[in-house]
């Protein structure tokens, strides 16, 4: 049975996961939705009760009855690579692709329904308290007034983005940033603005959930730091292990939110808590695996050969 | 308790629910996410694994500890009204309001991530199949001698759009067509293509289910007729009972689908078989109720009327 990975050319995460499966033995399919049609082919017959279904790039066919699981990796829009692309064509192509791969029985990582909901980070912060994470005072707002009683009842608050994802049009960075106390915030008005307590940090926290298996990093912080993404500290990822209580905090999340894969990323304060900043079901683990050498390419690898119901 | 209704300002069908909300004295909120940022503002904060939110529009509050259900009915798309527009204002005011909403215990009419799920036009066969209805033979491919040889071996068969959804860059109407026996198939490579068998109908059919309630409607055929959307039939729909088996195949689809609504369209053969045809999950319903009096309106006041867990 094989692997069916949904991903765009270039994708060094992918073929960490491809080497493995190819270490395992297990055959898989590397499909771009963007190169549908043209490279990209399918077709799915639904007669008398019975679905037969294959696709094909490259010159492999894939038979949607021998399909064990989907990862969803980095897919292209559909038809993005078609000659005379259009939005209807973009239409046309997904839905016959989402369509026939949700008719089959293989597992996703993850399933893209569950995953539109997992983005949703305002929701994610409640299923974090639900799921016993402690979870730093968050605001998202469109009322200046409100957001000043926030930032002046926390003294020490961040501004980040909603959605996660910075502009890119014009492109533009958008670190977590700590908001100064004399902040003016008439613009909260223009669009929703979220707002955040901030935690004094010792270290970042990436945890990397793969089905069962928790790769847990941390990171030393340097004095003062806001976004563990920007910025040079001289330290490096470490392992740690996984607190039992995170452990289980982990599990409760991603039974709650219907996912097989997501990178947790929390901050460490001087107590040593673990507060919970976000989930991303869709987060890199590549500079993870380099710097601590824990083996999260082979765990995806692992969940994904494991064979359909 | 106040009920949701997301939703832009011409919509008649919406009228016709919150009509009957007045009558059942239920208040409720009329929201377009399209003027969030703006005449819609939001506030939701999450402190100590407490959750508050509010949303406000034309001077109406509603708190989100207070909803009992969210009709999603035709939501303009976030901050599409504001002064700036912009896709990233669009996402971030997108996740703020959806993942507010999501953090709330409402019950909703569809959940979003089920109704884009329940979109998928090849999936409804399969979940179709699933429940017990008759479905008529289709294939869905980038083949064109798979679509040859389909048209070969059923001699009659109609092609429709993947999406349901017709292109509108340009605009252009593509209604459900019978194809002829000459047909040239080359053009199949260019997109997914749906080909299924032609049903001989007498009548179409208009099932729509709301939670448990099922209103089938029935309009004769005229002869020959393949797409009961275009052209004037001289008929008008009728009431018809609902036969036990396809209520409890619709009742089998609802919960596959998790929908708490849907609008099944069935072609009704000589031998009085209904053929599954689709389920739109947002399909329309006021003209089945003008012309049947069924009281599909108060249905879903109803359902939406009832308190949340």
Redesign the interface.
Known sequence: MTVLILTSEEDVTADMVVAQLHKRGVPLVRFDPAD??GDG?????????E?RGYLSTGGRVVSMDGLRSIWVRRPGEP?AH?P?P????T??????????L??TSARWMNE???A??A????????VA?RSGFP?P???????PQ?ARQ?ADQYRHVVVK?????????PPMALPTTLVPPDADFADV????T?LQRYIAKEADIRLTCVGEELFAARKTAAPGQVDGRYGETGHTWEPVPVPDRIRRAVTRYTELAQLAYGAFDFAEDAEGTWWFLECNQGGQFGFIELETEQPVADAVAQWLSIPAD
Chains 1, 2 share one sequence.
């Open positions: 549908l049609p082919t399918l077709s799915a017959e639904y007669v008398r009760g679905f038809a078609a005379e259009s939005a209807w064509l239409a046309e192509s997904g839905q016959a692709l989402y369509g026939m949700h008719s893209p329904g569950a539109a909901r983005r949703l980070k305002p929701w994610q912060l409640r308290h979870v005072a968050t605001v998202v707002t469109t009322y409100v926030f983005a909603v959605s996660g994802k910075p502009p890119h049009d008005a223009a669009g929703p979220l």
